[in-house]
């Protein structure tokens, strides 16, 4: 019986599979990137919406840049304020709001960039500009805000 229905259900797939040829109407670009606008648009705001949600749960006070940036210092340092082109040492883990780690230092150890420069996380270039040497804080970014910049 098992057998009769896989062999019907295969035949039913093939005489499918053999219809006529269907035509795609071409995408006009300007259609399309208005819809992806929108849709990345919603996105972000849906982000937003997580990361507001994220802050009230854990009782933060962040400051919010025009990216989309927020940080909240933990810890203040005692070192000068971070310019661009300067190197920084830096230990950092990067976490979903989940609380999945995605990328953490402590096992390789600090990581060394030039502010500004080097191809590391867009946020961390921005984020490191806000801080002093020994400061500790938490960011939150929107990726895809990110993104877009």
């Known amino acids: 019986m098992n057998f009769q229905f896989y062999k ?7 005489i499918m599979a053999c219809g006529e040829e269907q035509t795609h109407q071409p995408i006009n670009p300007n ?11 919603n996105a972000v705001k849906k982000e937003q919406q997580q990361i507001d949600n994220y802050i009230k749960r854990h009782k933060l006070n962040p400051i ?18 971070v310019m661009e082109g300067q190197v920084a ?16 230092t402590k096992e390789k150890g600090p990581e060394e960039f030039k502010v ?19 400061d500790k804080a938490i960011l939150l970014s929107i990726p895809r805000a990110k993104a877009s910049i």
């Open 89 to 104: 040492i830096i230990s950092y883990e990067v976490t979903l709001l989940d609380g999945t780690q995605c990328y953490s």
């Open 31 to 41: 259609q399309l990137k208005e819809v992806l606008i929108e849709r990345n648009i």
């Open 116 to 134: 500004g420069k080097d191809n590391v996380e867009s946020g961390l270039h921005e984020a490191i500009t806000y801080l002093k040497k020994g």
């Open 64 to 81: 919010k840049t025009g990216t989309g940036l927020h940080f909240q210092l933990i810890k203040e340092g005692e070192g000068e304020k």
């Open 8 to 14: 019907l259900s295969t035949l039913f797939l093939l």
